[in-house]
């Protein structure tokens, strides 16, 4: 989602980027590690560098200055806000917002399996 400032569109495009790349959830846990920044797109292409070790390709570039999943993104954005998603963590079961502070692995499961009967 691209909700939190400027550069939240260009760091949403980033990770759909270095899924796609094969490195999603090194780069996913550089962006949270540094979620006070503002991020530009030489910073986005520096932190694939840091979190894969290795100099990103330049099809992984192209993908990130060229917003290729910018149109995805949008569409993420709205569909939260037509279910009132304003914040991140945020969980929905059919529609119902879950309290996620109380919740434990057991009634996770029994939520899911009761929203799946109906």
Not at 24 to 35: D, E, K, R, S, V
Not at 78 to 86: L, P, R, Y
Request: negative net charge; aromatic residues 6%; proline residues 4%.
């Amino acid at each position: 989602m691209a909700f939190i400032d400027e550069g939240s569109l260009t760091a949403a495009n980033a990770m759909a980027c270095a899924a796609e790349a094969g490195f999603g959830q090194a780069y996913y846990l550089g962006l949270f590690a540094n979620h006070t920044l503002q991020w530009s797109d030489p910073q986005l292409i520096d932190l694939a560098t840091k979190v894969n070790g290795t100099p990103p390709s330049e099809a992984f570039k192209t993908c990130v200055t060229r917003r290729a999943h910018s149109d995805w993104v949008t569409s993420i954005n709205a569909v939260a806000d037509t279910n009132g998603v304003a914040q991140t963590p945020t969980m929905l079961i059919n529609g119902k917002e879950v309290d996620i502070a109380t919740l434990t692995p057991d009634s996770l499961k029994t939520m899911i399996n009761d929203a799946a009967q109906k």
